[in-house]
């Protein structure tokens, strides 16, 4: 019985390191209207589309506050994209308060991802998004937005000039 006992626990265990060594964490930080959000940021994707628009593939993930979790292949896949495609990343907040789901979707100047930094420099840190949303009052005096924009986009990659939402003067 002993025999058993230790032959299962050894097993349980053999899966869950082999399943932690597949899962890569990327660090992102993510702010919506100067907010952490909780766990209510759902489907997370980066889609990666070529000059014409047109998508040739799309990588899942899970964001958990400080980072991207993603498999081992997709991870490899995310820094290996072509330099001549674009990345986007897209996910959903599903907010409690409001009973909606906000989708929100961005591109990443792969130049900080792949080629022309080795190994990727978001990959060496971290990079962060603040969004901030135009039904916010804050955020609504505060930066410019276009007749059709519901929301305007902050990156932040550590050691490169940041990509910033126009501010109101």
Known sequence: MRKIILITLFGCLSVIAFA?????????????????????????????????GTVKDSIKFKYEIGGLDMDQSAYNKFFNVKQSY?????FNEQSAKLDTTYVYQKQIPNK????????????????????????????????????NES?????????????LPTLKK
Do not use: C, H, W
């Not at 674009?86 to 897209?90: A, C, G, R, S, Y």
């Not at 929301?151 to 990509?163: E, L, M, N």
């Open 20 to 52: 932690q060594e597949r899962t890569k964490r990327l660090p992102f930080i993510l702010l919506i209207d100067n907010e952490i959000p909780d766990p209510s940021i759902i489907n997370g994707v980066f889609i990666i589309k070529d000059n014409t």
């Open 151 to 163: 929301y305007v986009v902050q990156i932040i990659i550590p050691g490169f000039s940041t990509i």
């Open 112 to 147: 900080y991802i792949n080629s022309e930094y080795p190994n990727g420099y978001i990959n060496k840190r971290y990079f962060a998004i603040k969004i901030f949303n135009k039904f916010n009052v804050e955020s609504r005096s505060k930066y410019y937005f276009k007749m």
């Open 86 to 90: 674009n990345i986007f990343v897209k």
